[in-house]
C-alpha cells in the first residue's frame, strides 16, 4: 500500500505564491510518474503538472510560465510552486503518484486527500 500526503495549500492575494509538497510513502519498488490535479467547485478535475521518472515536465497551458513542478527522489516527494496567483487557481490540489510494484510492472495510482488553495483578495 501506498500513501499520499500533501500539503502547503492555503489562503493567498492574487499575485502572491505558494508551495505544494506531495510525499509517497509505503511499498512500492518504483515511482512511474508524480503529477498535481485540481479541482475547482462545479468543475471537472483537470491536470495542473507531470513531473516522469525521467525528470521531464508538462503543464497545462494556464500555468505555464507561473507553475514549476520539481521533485526530490530521494524523499520521494514532489513540490508545485505557484506563483503569480490568480483568483481562477482557486481549487482543490490532489497530489497523484504512480508506483510500481515491481520491477517493470504496471503502474498503479495512488491520490492524495487533497489541499485547498484559495486566491483571494
Known amino acids: 500500500q501506498v500513501q499520499v500526503v500533501e500539503s502547503g495549500g492555503g489562503l493567498v492575494q492574487p499575485g502572491g505564491s505558494l508551495r505544494l509538497s506531495c510525499a509517497a510513502s509505503?511499498?512500492?519498488?518504483?515511482?512511474?510518474?508524480m503529477a498535481w490535479y485540481r479541482q475547482a467547485p462545479g468543475k471537472q478535475r483537470e491536470l495542473v503538472a507531470v513531473?516522469?521518472?525521467?525528470?521531464?515536465?508538462n503543464y497545462v497551458d494556464s500555468v505555464k510560465g507561473r507553475f514549476t513542478i520539481s521533485g526530490d527522489n530521494a524523499k520521494n516527494t514532489v513540490y508545485l510552486q505557484m506563483n503569480s496567483l490568480k483568483p481562477e487557481d482557486t481549487a482543490v490540489y490532489y497530489c497523484n503518484v504512480v508506483t510500481s510494484r515491481y520491477r517493470d510492472s504496471n503502474g498503479e495510482d495512488y491520490w492524495g486527500q487533497g489541499t485547498q488553495v484559495t486566491v483571494s483578495s
Open positions: 513531473l516522469s521518472s525521467t525528470g521531464s515536465t
Open positions: 509505503g511499498s512500492f519498488f518504483a515511482i512511474y510518474r
